[in-house]
């Protein structure tokens, strides 16, 4: 019987256990979007996961809308992820970069007034937005043009090739969670009525050619895909999401991808548009390396790899509080509750590097 223990070969590497730390945006690399020598400690004592896939990473400027979240789109911003992916590769792990670019959930006060990209001009309905001025509703998104689409193309093409050169084992592309890539496959933020929009094969279409953008870079066999396709998070859902989920994992599939990232829980919303689409669910189209998350616990996780619904887990949340969750899961050590009253976003050690491992004899 399978465990999360157990080694696995993904992205032709050889992968020490099945415990994935799920990118995780903490806000750390401040006004400059640069990352710092802070996010390579912090990556450091979680490299005992088989796999870590660092926190969602802009592809451009026009991609970006989260204070303090990182880029890759500048020389400056590659060369300091090295000492990153250097210090993880020095514990022994392994680390890919998810690529990043939020669309319509970014404000133009991160644009200098101009407005940010989607598919089509529909504003996140609810909610708010944390911007360099303070909280703010979301605006009604400007609609891409063909040329808009072209050059973000080239901006996954730049970021992936920069991934390279930062010294990433691999990369993921971000296409959950209501980002760009997200909206385009989302019936309900996608309202184009060109080559990119209408049926399930059209708005399929950008996350195709971000894919085939990242191969000109990267082997298809070394780039992973992040969906969620049960979630609500900045306003997704909608009635075809079955048929629209099972097109694009039957997609994947063909193009043998690294590995396909399910945000498959229900942890954090469920749009309720259509049934959940599970791990099962995937499986039956999808015979590649399979990866859930979204609110697991241990046990849970457990379960899923030995019951082959998923061949590794991410956890999110747990890796905050515990870096190193492979230790506690190993030795049925307790682990650190989340705590959500400290620093999650932004901020400096405190609530980031500061959590020590388990010490067994102070029990």
Same mark, same amino acid.
């Given at each position: 019987?399978?465990?999360?223990?157990?080694?696995?070969?993904?992205?032709?590497?050889?992968?020490?256990?099945?415990?994935?730390?799920?990118?995780?945006?903490?806000?750390?690399?401040?006004?400059?979007?640069v990352?710092n020598?802070l996010?390579?400690?912090?990556?450091a004592?979680?490299?005992?996961a088989?796999?870590?896939i660092? %926190?969602?990473?802009?592809?451009?400027?026009?991609?970006?809308?989260?204070?303090?979240? !990182?880029?890759?789109?500048?020389?400056?911003?590659?060369?300091? @992820?090295?000492p990153?992916t250097?210090?993880?590769?020095?514990?022994?792990?392994?680390?890919?970069?998810?690529? @990043?670019?939020?669309?319509?959930?970014?404000?133009?006060d991160?644009?200098?007034?101009?407005?940010p990209?989607?598919?089509?001009?529909?504003?996140?309905?609810g909610?708010?937005?944390?911007?360099?001025a303070?909280?703010k509703?979301?605006e009604?998104?400007? /609609?891409?043009t063909?040329?808009d689409?072209?050059?973000?193309? *080239?901006?996954?093409?730049?970021?992936?090739?920069?991934?390279?050169?930062a010294?990433?084992?691999g990369? %993921?592309?971000? /296409?959950?969670?209501?980002?760009?890539?997200?909206q385009?496959? $989302?019936s309900?933020s996608?309202?184009?009525d060109?080559?990119?929009?209408?049926?399930v094969e059209?708005r399929?279409?950008?996350?195709?050619e971000?894919?085939?953008?990242?191969?000109?870079? @990267?082997?298809?066999?070394?780039?992973?895909?992040?969906?969620s396709?049960?979630g609500?998070?900045?306003?997704m859902?909608?009635?075809?999401?079955?048929?629209?989920?099972?097109y694009?994992?039957?997609?994947?599939?063909?193009?043998?991808?690294?590995?396909?990232?399910?945000?498959d829980?229900?942890?954090?919303?469920?749009?309720q548009?259509?049934a959940?689409?599970t791990? *099962?669910?995937?499986?039956s189209?999808?015979?590649?390396?399979?990866?859930?998350?979204c609110?697991?616990?241990?046990?849970?996780? %457990?379960?899923?790899?030995?019951?082959?619904?998923a $061949?590794m887990?991410?956890?999110g949340?747990p890796?905050?509080?515990?870096?190193?969750l492979?230790?506690r899961?190993?030795?049925?050590w307790?682990?650190n !509750?989340?705590? $959500?009253?400290?620093h @999650?976003?932004?901020?400096?050690?405190?609530?980031?590097? $500061?959590?020590?491992?388990?010490?067994?004899?102070a029990?």
């Amino acid at each position: 019987m399978r465990s999360l223990l157990d080694s696995i070969s993904v992205l032709g590497l050889s992968l020490k256990n099945r415990v994935v730390m799920a990118p995780l945006t903490r806000g750390r690399a401040g006004d400059s979007r640069v990352p710092n020598a802070l996010m390579a400690n912090y990556y450091a004592q979680r490299a005992s996961a088989g796999l870590i896939i660092a %926190e969602a990473t802009a592809i451009s400027a026009e991609g970006y809308g989260w204070v303090g979240a !990182p880029g890759i789109y500048t020389p400056e911003m590659m060369q300091a @992820w090295q000492p990153i992916t250097a210090a993880v590769h020095e514990r022994g792990g392994k680390m890919v970069l998810q690529l @990043w670019h939020m669309g319509r959930a970014s404000h133009s006060d991160f644009h200098e007034g101009n407005l940010p990209l989607a598919p089509s001009a529909v504003a996140i309905r609810g909610g708010e937005i944390y911007t360099p001025a303070g909280k703010k509703a979301y605006e009604v998104p400007r /609609a891409m043009t063909l040329a808009d689409i072209e050059r973000t193309l *080239q901006d996954y093409r730049q970021a992936a090739e920069f991934a390279l050169l930062a010294g990433f084992d691999g990369v %993921e592309v971000h /296409a959950a969670n209501g980002y760009l890539i997200n909206q385009f496959l $989302d019936s309900t933020s996608n309202l184009r009525d060109d080559a990119y929009g209408g049926s399930v094969e059209n708005r399929y279409r950008f996350l195709a050619e971000a894919l085939a953008a990242v191969a000109s870079v @990267w082997p298809m066999e070394k780039i992973g895909v992040r969906l969620s396709p049960n979630g609500v998070f900045n306003d997704m859902g909608h009635a075809e999401s079955l048929e629209t989920y099972r097109y694009v994992a039957a997609q994947l599939e063909q193009l043998k991808i690294g590995y396909l990232h399910v945000m498959d829980g229900l942890a954090f919303g469920f749009h309720q548009q259509s049934a959940p689409m599970t791990l *099962q669910d995937f499986r039956s189209v999808f015979s590649g390396v399979l990866i859930g998350n979204c609110g697991y616990s241990v046990e849970l996780a %457990e379960q899923s790899v030995a019951n082959e619904f998923a $061949d590794m887990i991410a956890f999110g949340r747990p890796y905050i509080t515990n870096p190193d969750l492979v230790e506690r899961i190993a030795h049925r050590w307790p682990l650190n !509750p989340s705590d $959500d009253t400290t620093h @999650w976003y932004g901020g400096a050690e405190q609530g980031y590097t $500061d959590y020590p491992p388990y010490q067994p004899s102070a029990q």
